[in-house]
């Protein structure tokens, strides 16, 4: 390749020495002659001479090279030097946290505000351990313009053993709480017909407080062979300070058969709950009310994985035993659910379609709403179907989203209403307007969810959800259902040591009816008032073990309802700590 471009070079440097030459003879005296034309010119082009793209060279670079032959004379040499040993180069990284077994958290406040927890676990063996856990949250009450005493206490033990093994995992646990609230939400008008020597005497005759008391013990175990993938069980026995009892046993065994190279997993419920009021919600209250309410049901469905389809596909079967009102029913529910890739996990497309037969439960009930009268009738609710359609995936490698449409329609769903008053003075203490009752509708609902989550760095995460809802029923209204759920959160690491978070969120309009017929108060609809609350907190790691945490909670010191007639306390301050430990 060199030797032809050396050759072009030449021709190129002929080529301008002959067009130098010729610009010089244009410039010279050439005289006059006479030219006889002999015939016409007719020209004609001449061979060119092609330069070869590999010439052939005749020189001495081109003679046969020339045998050499040598050989080495090893002579040792003596050498002082010793080469030092190569060291590896240490990587960077950051201290590994220490992780401890037990803890133990206090904290107090303003409202007389005491909230404690202790958590402890010890390994027996190499595979089993056992665990147990005491926690309490206590207010003294002080709620501004609240005539009865709103104090309240939750005091809960749990204890547990488990074993992990390699085919086989299962654990226990043995559980007790107690709980005292106080039926404090008497109507703004309570009284008001009444001279006021007599609206004091009776509200000073009024004593609210009412007590919850619950023993469960419960099992499950998972396994890695065999038929039976996992059970489920637990038995909870529920009282109250005015007589009532409820007993609940639930079990869900899970088991898988391969069918045709299908695996198709079932599940098998029984739910039973029974129990009894003392009292029933009248004038004449002294008929108590009992209940025993079983479902039976099973859920066969397998998947199918296709490319970037997975789909399920199975039914539920149930049937649903009411021994104290011969009400036995036979349901049948879908149960399909199909999600697709649009854009890998950038855009998932979900959708489905399921139902099922839900159990109620006076303990369930009192845990959503602790001011209940012990005069409830109860009832499973059958979510005949929900059918939803929705997108979730990453906006970026850090930011992920959810949007879901639904449409459910529910037969029997359970609504809290406030009761109404119309009892003697002299009867219960929650048959002023200052209890709540249970009633069933027929709901249909549209539901709209969305969910947007973010880790702007290993320091700072960010999340906003928000549910809203458009009901039709039945009946009158949707008794105490939102129209709209907003939340967000915010969580901040400063420092090594400094760490803060905050969380807000809107509750919007719910509907609910005060009937007070023997004060002359015709029954109503009642609209309480949406709500905005924001609680931030802020924490100190003085070392691995200690840290220091004060909460705010309520920071707009807002008295808002989240039951009719029942204000929240105000602005609330708890500071305390938390000791991490080892046995």
């Given at each position: 390749m060199k030797i032809n471009c050396r050759n072009k070079i030449v021709v190129l440097l002929v080529l301008l020495v002959c067009q130098l030459s010729f610009s010089q003879k244009k410039n010279e005296n050439i005289g006059s002659e006479t030219v006889n034309v002999v015939k016409p010119y007719s020209p004609t082009i001449s061979d060119a001479f092609k330069v070869k793209e590999t010439p052939s060279l005749d020189d001495t670079g081109n003679q046969p090279k020339e045998t050499i032959r040598y050989s080495i004379l090893s002579v040792p040499v003596a050498s002082t030097f010793t080469p030092s040993k190569g060291?590896?180069?240490?990587?960077?990284?950051?201290?590994?946290?220490?992780?401890?077994?037990?803890?133990?958290?206090?904290?107090?406040?303003?409202?007389?505000?005491?909230?404690?927890?202790?958590?402890?676990?010890?390994?027996?063996?190499?595979?089993?351990?056992?665990?147990?856990?005491?926690?309490?949250?206590?207010?003294?009450?002080?709620?501004k313009d609240v005539n009865l005493n709103d104090e309240f206490y939750d005091t809960a033990l749990n204890v547990g053993y488990g074993v992990i093994n390699r085919d086989m995992s299962w654990g226990v646990d043995l559980g007790y709480q107690n709980q005292l609230y106080n039926w404090y939400g008497l109507p703004t008008d309570f009284g008001m017909t009444l001279p006021p020597q007599t609206q004091e005497d009776l509200i000073r005759g009024i004593n609210p407080n009412h007590s919850y008391n619950t023993i469960s013990l419960g099992g499950n175990a998972e396994f890695t062979e065999g038929i039976f993938s996992k059970i489920a069980t637990r038995f909870t026995h529920f009282s109250d300070s005015f007589s009532s009892s409820e007993n609940r046993f639930y079990l869900k065994p899970t088991f898988k058969v391969d069918v045709m190279d299908q695996a198709i997993t079932t599940n098998v419920i029984v739910d039973h709950v029974s129990g009894s009021f003392e009292h029933n919600y009248a004038r004449d209250n002294t008929e108590p009310l009992k209940y025993s309410l079983t479902n039976f049901g099973i859920e066969p469905s397998f998947v199918i994985h296709e490319n970037e389809w997975t789909l399920e596909l199975g039914a539920g079967l149930f049937y649903g035993l009411d021994s104290e009102n011969s009400g036995n029913k036979f349901f049948i529910y879908p149960k399909v659910n199909a999600s697709y890739k649009l854009v890998g996990d950038l855009m998932i497309f979900y959708t489905g379609v399921n139902g099922s037969l839900n159990q109620n439960s006076y303990a369930d009930f009192v845990t959503?709403?602790?001011?209940?009268?012990?005069?409830?009738?109860?009832?499973?609710?059958?979510?005949?179907?929900?059918?939803?359609?929705?997108?979730?995936?990453?906006?970026?490698?850090?930011?992920?989203?959810?949007?879901?449409?639904?449409?459910?329609?529910?037969?029997?769903?359970?609504?809290?209403?406030?009761?109404?008053?119309?009892?003697?003075?002299?009867?219960?203490?929650?048959?002023?307007?200052?209890?709540?009752?249970?009633?069933?509708?027929?709901?249909?609902?549209?539901?709209?969810?969305?969910?947007?989550?973010?880790?702007?760095?290993?320091?700072?995460?960010?999340g906003i959800n928000g549910t809203f809802n458009s009901y039709k029923t039945d009946g009158l209204e949707a008794w105490n259902l939102p129209s709209m759920k907003i939340s967000s959160n915010l969580d901040v690491t400063i420092t090594k040591q400094w760490y803060a978070g905050l969380n807000v969120f809107f509750v919007g309009d719910r509907k609910d009816m005060q009937t007070n017929l023997d004060f002359g108060v015709e029954p109503a609809v009642i609209t309480l008032k949406s709500y905005f609350d924001a609680n931030a907190h802020l924490g100190y790691k003085y070392n691995e073990r200690l840290t220091f945490f004060l909460k705010l909670n309520n920071i707009g010191n807002q008295a808002y309802e989240k039951w009719l007639n029942y204000p929240v306390q105000g602005f609330q301050v708890l500071v305390g700590g938390n000791y991490k430990f080892d046995f």
């Open positions: 060291n590896a180069q240490a990587v960077d990284k950051s201290k590994k946290e220490r992780l401890f077994n037990n803890y133990v958290t206090a904290g107090v406040g303003n409202y007389g505000t005491l909230n404690a927890e202790l958590f402890v676990t010890q390994d027996l063996g190499n595979n089993d351990y056992v665990a147990g856990m005491l926690r309490h949250h206590s207010s003294q009450g002080g709620i959503e709403n602790p001011f209940l009268s012990p005069t409830l009738n109860m009832r499973p609710t059958s979510n005949q179907y929900t059918v939803f359609a929705g997108l979730k995936g990453k906006l970026a490698n850090n930011v992920s989203y959810n949007l879901t449409g639904s449409y459910l329609n529910e037969k029997d769903k359970a609504l809290f209403k406030s009761q109404d008053y119309t009892e003697d003075f002299s009867n219960q203490n929650y048959a002023f307007g200052n209890s709540f009752n249970v009633v069933y509708d027929d709901v249909r609902t549209f539901r709209f969810y969305g969910e947007l989550k973010a880790d702007f760095s290993k320091n700072v995460s960010f």
